[in-house]
């Protein structure tokens, strides 16, 4: 009998309503446990991996996920693509890039439709220093998702900082004027603004983009230099000012340029 059945012990709905419920009190470490537990119990149930993968990511202990995740992709289940994903999410905080590489194309290759797969594999080689391989992987996903804003934003990123600078400009102009643009397509045309020398313009993209998330880190900052390139340096310093208690909070962790 497994542990969330045994006698005495609180039943798996019992223990995932118990883990969602620390999760929700802030003390994730405990729901860790506590979904560890449910898994433990029911191995086929999908939901605690879930849990697991994500509070071991955010706590920083991808080691105490990677073995449950191993585990799962091993067994003939249904959600064995996800699984990879999850491990591959997992490998990657852990520093093992090129296990994590290889988890990924196992999700794509389970699932060509999971696009989250794609975009991490994609990013994960771009910041691996291979280019090439990560903007053919992108123009291939951005082809075969077309109505995904995030998945062209991304790729248009990419080309930008790649060095291909006009085509990362048409790709996000494009985004822009799909009527679908999310916040960051603001931010990423404010930064070929800046590129371009169009500081005025820059600073209004880069305006809206704080404006629409204010919690954007690199918008701030960026938001800063444009200002401060322009001569307008009381707009220079609010930004900055914007800027410091947010990157205090550790709110994203991301670069700033």
Request: glycine share 8%; aromatic share 6%; proline share 6%.
């Amino acid at each position: 009998m497994g542990l969330g059945c045994a006698p005495g012990r609180p039943g798996y709905d019992a223990l995932v309503a118990e883990g969602r419920t620390l999760m929700e009190r802030g003390e994730a470490e405990r729901a860790l446990e506590v979904f560890i537990r449910a898994q433990q119990g029911h191995p086929d149930r999908n939901e605690p991996y879930v849990y697991i993968a994500s509070l071991c990511e955010s706590l920083g202990l991808p080691e105490v996920g990677i073995p449950i995740l191993k585990a799962a992709v091993a067994r003939d289940d249904p959600n064995r693509a996800r699984y990879h994903f999850m491990l591959a999410v997992l490998l990657e905080s852990a520093g093992k890039p090129r296990d994590a590489e290889q988890s990924y194309r196992s999700c794509i290759e389970l699932d060509p439709g999971f696009a989250p797969a794609r975009a991490n594999l994609g990013q994960l080689l771009f910041t691996g220093g291979r280019n090439r391989e990560a903007l053919e992987l992108m123009d291939e996903t951005t082809r075969r998702f077309p109505g995904d804003p995030v998945l062209r934003l991304q790729h248009a990123e990419m080309l930008l900082r790649d060095g291909r600078i006009d085509e990362a400009e048409r790709r996000v102009v494009e985004i822009l004027d799909s009527g679908q643009a999310p916040p960051q397509s603001h931010y990423l045309m404010g930064l070929i603004d800046l590129q371009r020398a169009r500081y005025d313009a820059a600073r209004k993209r880069l305006e809206r983009a704080v404006a629409e998330d204010p919690d954007d880190l690199r918008a701030w900052y960026q938001l800063a230099n444009a200002c401060g390139r322009s001569g307008d340096s009381s707009c220079e310093a609010l930004a900055l000012a914007r800027f410091e208690p947010v990157f205090r909070r550790g709110l994203s962790g991301g670069s700033v340029d």
